[in-house]
């Protein structure tokens, strides 16, 4: 079946640059998406990339797919405290149920 | 707009106990879903809708059951609650044509 797999845990200094990384394995994912939640709180999303782009950059965070290894990673730039939170990679297809199935999450600790 | 509203936020029940969450959208989306989520794991498929009238079982199905009689409204239902269900349910929708999917705020359910 589908999976989606991330590191758990990551640390950096603040002002430092943030990758997360993730790997999933459907071959038919068409969107993948990154997703913050932070303690208590429902999901924020991030941003998402369509499966036929290499890289999408939204201000401070950068996304990077490479299809060929079905590897996505999320970079922030410039890490705040606030960004401390956990992070989930998602993939959906754009046909059938359209569900998303999401990795485990990865918990950013942002140090002063 | 609400976007997706969950209600309740919280609940406490005993074993054998029965409820029903509802999940209710304003955006007229074809698409919704209830996933949950459990400590150190991503969210998780239950049941989902691709339309009014219709659902179907996701990847973790058993124990719940789910109605959607109008098109706005997604009910979980809890027919006899087990520990094992202790956990945070979200709710989702998403339209046709639209690459996003939108959280509720979720509902934190424990199980005595």
């Known amino acids: 079946g589908e999976d989606v797999e991330q590191s758990l845990f990551l640390s950096v200094r603040e002002g430092d640059s943030s990758v997360i990384n993730c790997t999933y394995t459907d071959s038919s994912s068409t969107y993948l998406y990154w997703y913050k939640q932070e303690p208590g709180a429902g999901l924020q999303l991030l941003t998402y990339i369509f499966s036929n782009m290499d890289m999408k950059q939204d201000q401070r965070l950068t996304v990077l797919l490479n299809k060929k290894d079905k590897h996505l990673s999320l970079r922030i730039a410039d890490t705040q405290t606030g960004d401390s939170a956990i992070y989930f990679c998602?993939?959906?297809?754009?046909?059938?149920?359209?569900?998303?199935?999401f990795g485990s999450g990865t918990r950013l600790q942002v140090q002063p | 707009n609400a976007g997706v509203t969950q209600t309740p936020k919280f609940r406490v029940l005993k074993t054998g106990q029965s409820m029903t969450l509802l999940c209710a959208q304003d955006?007229?989306?074809?698409?919704m879903y209830w996933y949950r989520q459990d400590p150190g794991m991503g969210l998780r498929l239950i049941h989902y809708?691709?339309?009014?009238?219709?659902?179907a079982k996701g990847e973790v199905p058993d124990g719940y059951n789910v109605s959607r009689l109008k098109k706005q409204n997604f009910l979980l239902g809890l027919e006899s609650a087990a520990p094992s269900q202790t956990s945070v349910y979200f709710c989702?929708?998403?339209?046709?044509?639209?690459?996003?999917?939108?959280f509720g705020p979720g509902t934190r359910l424990t199980v005595l």
């Open positions: 955006m007229n989306h074809e698409y």
């Open positions: 998602a993939e959906t297809s754009d046909t059938g149920r359209r569900a998303l199935t």
């Open positions: 989702a929708s998403r339209g046709l044509s639209i690459n996003e999917q939108f």
């Open positions: 809708s691709v339309g009014e009238g219709t659902t």
